[in-house]
């Protein structure tokens, strides 16, 4: 075994200049090398990492080449982007849904929709809207236990992150799916309130099972993480349910918003395409474009 496989490990923690590695038999605190920071890499949880120890403590050297990763949160090597939304105090708007998922699209990162409280209402609208976008979605409840097994199936041997909008019941379901992982950050976030972002942290948990689990306050945030969608161009491709449908329109360089003989509008209007996940993708559309014209008029 030479030195590097020796020394390296998964940054499990960020905090003000700190990373905790996960060495598998131990958690080493690391500083980052002057090195990284020159290069222009700043680690993320979720990074593979190569460490020099120091005594009890260690600097990181490297990290490893990434899979994906995302600015906000700042975390890399998702496996699954586990969202949730739920149809009762209160009603998740698909928007929220459609934007989550065209981001984890853009990084390649699979995604799985979690409706959460079916014993209140079973969300029939958001299970169809999901299930004809072609994007995995199980009905859960954490009274009723619904769905909770069919998730850890689904989930086990991953690395997870989970996110959602206020009120969904995620440290709830969190605690739920696993509570051998004693999770306290989903609740002392919440006690926070949103808006304060600095004492949000990631931290990524490893369950006996292997299944890795993060849970994410950042992806609820939006408006400042549009680097995240990639182009206008790009972002057609991150609805599952256009692609059949690209490149069938009559220009080639169709932003499928309003164009004549535009074939994702003709799926649209038979029902193929539902309306509100056009409409997400129309406001995502106008977003990017708006935020690379203000880049271009930036540099
Ligand atoms: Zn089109």
Not at 51 to 57: A, I, M
Not at 124 to 131: D, F, G, K, T
Not at 219 to 244: N, Q, V
Not at 255 to 262: A, D, I, M, R, Y
């Amino acid at each position: 075994m030479n030195l590097s496989e020796q020394n390296s490990g998964t940054i499990i923690r960020a905090l003000s200049g700190f990373y905790d590695v996960d060495t598998g038999s131990g958690i080493i605190r690391c500083r980052a090398r002057g090195k990284l920071r020159k290069l222009g890499i700043t680690p993320l949880v979720g990074d593979q990492a190569i460490f020099q120890p120091s005594g009890d403590s260690g600097y990181l050297q490297e990290i490893l080449p990434r899979r994906n990763s995302f600015i906000r949160p700042a975390v890399a090597n998702v496996d699954v982007l586990v969202m949730m939304g739920c149809q009762v105090n209160p009603v998740t708007e698909p928007f929220l849904i459609d934007r989550v998922a065209a981001i984890a699209a853009a990084q390649g990162v699979d995604t799985l929709l979690l409706l959460t409280k079916c014993d209140l209402d079973p969300a029939e609208e958001l299970y169809a809207i999901y299930q004809q976008a072609g994007i995995p979605v199980i009905r859960t409840s954490t009274k009723t236990g619904q769905g909770i097994e069919a998730v850890r199936e689904m989930l086990r041997g991953k690395l997870a992150a989970f996110t959602g909008n206020s009120g969904v019941g995620k440290s709830t379901m969190l605690n739920a799916l696993y509570p051998e992982a004693n999770m306290e950050t989903g609740e002392v976030s919440d006690k926070l309130g949103r808006g304060r972002h600095t004492t949000r942290h990631v931290e990524l948990f490893t369950l006996p099972d292997g299944t890795r689990i993060m849970d994410t306050p950042g992806f609820s945030s939006f408006d400042t993480d549009m680097m995240d969608l990639g182009t206008a161009d790009s972002l057609a491709r991150a609805f599952p349910e256009f692609r059949p449908y690209l490149g069938k329109c009559r220009f080639d360089d169709c932003s499928h918003v309003k164009e004549q003989g535009c074939a994702v509008l003709e799926a649209l209007e038979q029902g193929k395409i539902g309306p509100t996940r056009h409409a997400s993708y129309v406001r995502l559309y106008e977003k990017i474009k708006e935020y690379k014209e203000w880049e271009h008029k930036k540099s």
